[in-house]
């Protein structure tokens, strides 16, 4: 099993940044990548940033390519997403994701494990 907590959310003016982290226990033989997703009130679960743990090639959602950068630390047990030129439609509760993915990163239905969320807020 994985658990996953995240941590670093907040409230935050539109133009500044944000960094959020996403710390791992528990067993690294159930995962190969982490991944952030996002979601706002009444809409869709949208995958954000993913990364292999064997590769530091990342990827990213269309709405924060340019913006948004994940990494991950030498032991993979933690990932951050640094938020930059944040805007109000970023605001969201935004999640972390672990499971051993072989298809898509940026689907949520990849991941068995999640973190509890944190809020992100973004004012104009």
């Known amino acids: 099993q994985v658990r996953l907590v995240e941590s670093g959310g907040g409230s935050v003016q539109a133009g500044g940044s944000m960094r959020l982290s996403c710390a791992a226990s528990?067993?690294?033989?159930?995962?190969?990548?982490m991944a952030w997703f996002r979601q706002a009130p009444g809409k869709e679960r949208e995958g954000v940033a993913a990364?292999?743990?064997?590769?530091?090639?990342?990827f990213y959602g269309d709405s924060v390519k340019g913006r948004f950068t994940i990494s991950q630390d030498s032991a993979r047990n933690t990932v951050y997403l640094q938020m930059n030129r944040l805007k109000p439609e970023d605001t969201a509760i935004y999640y972390c994701?672990?499971?051993?993915?072989?298809?898509?990163?940026?689907?949520?239905?990849?991941?068995?494990?999640w973190g509890q969320g944190t809020q992100v807020t973004v004012s104009s």
């Open positions: 994701a672990a499971g051993m993915v072989a298809g898509s990163l940026m689907s949520a239905g990849n991941y068995p494990y």
């Open positions: 990364i292999y743990h064997d590769s530091d090639s990342p």
């Open positions: 528990g067993s690294t033989y159930s995962r190969n990548a």
